[in-house]
């Protein structure tokens, strides 16, 4: 069975942009919503999920923005028009196709590791992260794809979608997935405000390459060949340790939802109504038709 993980913000700012200016008599933006019921069924039918979650970032971890205080402040709110559809998703949408989950105080990627963690414990159970955030990388493997839609991702322009396996992330970012955190920790991350030693992605990634880890390196200074780039190490050992604190997952948290129960069961009555307040025409009875195909829904419920 495969265990589909959302990543609920990435999906909304992927989809607002994706089709412009489309609204309702109300003057509500509605284009995030057609297109993230667009992705929601390309990606069930992709997968064949049989179990799935829409996770979401419920503020931030207190040990991230105790070791920096600055964590993500440079990241700019959520566009106005944009609130609806990240509601609509996160709740209306998002509950009748594949239902919304997240903690307090914990980031989507984090809550994300868990359950790929857990699942991976599973004899046969498959992981898809759809996500663009560098930190999941890390959990790429045997068990985890990464769903990506980047264009520099994909083997061709007509690709949608790309699924990112170790073999696919180790060419991307130059090291092993269990080595991304390390690369990180060295170059930076300007998205989340996390500052680098003044090493770009590439080199640091050669370095860590070479000395085989993180550890390995700070241990060796000395033995780098560039002295600008011991300088500069050297300079920013302390950094980079807090930083590779920062970007490492915090998969201990308890599941506030058993795997057992993440099975995927669309209730259709209440997608049909939330896409009717939307006032989708063709989008609506794509819906309609298959929930009558499926039985999720009486002829009678359909026409209110």
């Known amino acids: 069975m495969k265990l589909l993980l959302i990543d609920g913000h990435y999906y909304v700012y992927r989809s607002f942009f994706a089709i412009p200016n489309l609204s309702n ?15 929601a069924a390309v990606d069930d039918q992709t997968f064949a999920a049989g179990a799935g979650r829409g996770v979401w970032d419920e503020g931030m971890p207190e040990r991230r923005v105790k070791l920096q205080p600055a964590y993500k402040e440079t ?10 559809a990240a509601r609509f998703h996160s709740k209306a949408h998002a509950a009748a196709w594949i239902q919304s989950i997240s903690i307090p105080n914990t ?9 790929a963690i857990a699942a991976c414990k599973r004899k046969g159970m498959e992981v898809v ?10 959990l790429i493997g045997p068990c985890v794809k990464v769903y990506t839609t980047a264009k520099a991702d994909l083997t061709s322009p007509k690709d949608g979608f790309a699924l990112l396996g170790e073999e696919q992330a180790t060419a991307k970012w130059d090291v092993p997935p269990k080595l991304i955190g390390d690369v990180l920790a060295i170059a930076g991350d300007s998205v989340d405000n996390i500052p ?19 550890e390995p390196l ?8 560039s002295m600008r780039n011991r300088e500069k190490l050297a300079a920013g050992r302390e950094q980079i340790r807090q930083n590779r604190q920062m970007v490492e997952l915090d998969c201990d948290t308890e599941l506030p939802v058993a795997i057992d129960d993440l ?8 997608l049909i109504a939330q896409l009717e307040k939307c006032e ?5 009875q794509e819906v309609k038709d298959e929930a009558a195909r499926v039985g999720g829904s009486t002829q009678e419920e359909m026409k209110l």
Request: proline share 7%.
């Open 263 to 270: 099975r995927i069961q669309p209730d259709y009555p209440a």
């Open 75 to 84: 990241r700019k709110e959520m566009p106005l028009p944009m609130v609806p």
């Open 196 to 214: 680098g030693a003044g090493i770009g992605r590439k080199t640091a990634a050669g370095l860590v390459r070479e000395f085989g880890g993180l």
């Open 129 to 138: 992260l759809a996500t663009n955030d560098k930190d999941l990388y890390q």
């Open 107 to 115: 980031e989507a990627d984090d809550l994300m590791g868990c359950y």
């Open 280 to 284: 989708f025409k063709s989008l609506l």
């Open 218 to 225: 700070l241990a060796n200074i000395d033995k780098v060949k």
């Open 25 to 39: 008599s109300r003057g509500e933006p509605t284009n995030a919503i057609y297109r993230l019921h667009q992705n």
